[in-house]
């Protein structure tokens, strides 16, 4: 049994991680711990502050009583938003308070873009433009060409967390784009687990979003590798053929 952790901020599209746990069909455990994300706002003051060392470190214990083996801040904004050499900072304080492997799902995106070996990406993204460019900031220091990255102007994870199928189509289609060989979806807030191998047939290129991403970082913390092929490209590394007609 390979059990793996996850400080996800407040309460929003955490189902998706049992989900997730259904679809790996192994010896994989997930376990979510809430933090406290203060003020729910995809605004930069507010996403310092729910990002913080000390509200990270509050959900650190249980981590570790639950048998974890690595740890993921399970979230993109409150990640990316303190730039990449901050967003290190924030990893390493979490590796130390957790006494454990850690990362983010910020630096998430940046290995997965690699495991599916895109160099360009496009970037359809639920928060507001500001908020999104920073995001696509923080991929272009990993070294990823971002192509476009469209933000939606969503500012509360609360908001994000009520939309169903047909607004994350409508989002990803728009945001794609004919030169980017990945489609990225940040925010933990979103459900997506049960949408990626769709959207994957109908734009023809790998997916990747947040809670997906997130868990396959954990994965690769814990030296796991699990084929799932209803979590797409990056559960599987197989081409993907897109649907026409």
Known sequence: MTALGFLYPGHSAEDDYPRMEQMLGSDVRLQVVHTDIGEDAHRVDALLEMGSPQRLAAGVEELRLSGAEAVVWACTSASFVFGWEGAHDQVRSLAVSAGLPASSTSFAFAHAVREVGAERVAVAATY????AS????FLKASGVEVVSAQGNGIITAAEVGTWGWEQVRAM???GDHPDAQA???PDTALHTAAYIHDLEQELGKPILTANQVTVWEALRLASRRVNAPTLGALFTKEPVV???G
């Open 128 to 131: 507001p433009e500001d908020v």
């Open 134 to 137: 920073l995001f696509a900031s």
């Open 172 to 174: 990803a289609r728009a």
């Open 183 to 185: 489609l990225l979806l």
């Open 242 to 244: 897109q649907v026409r």
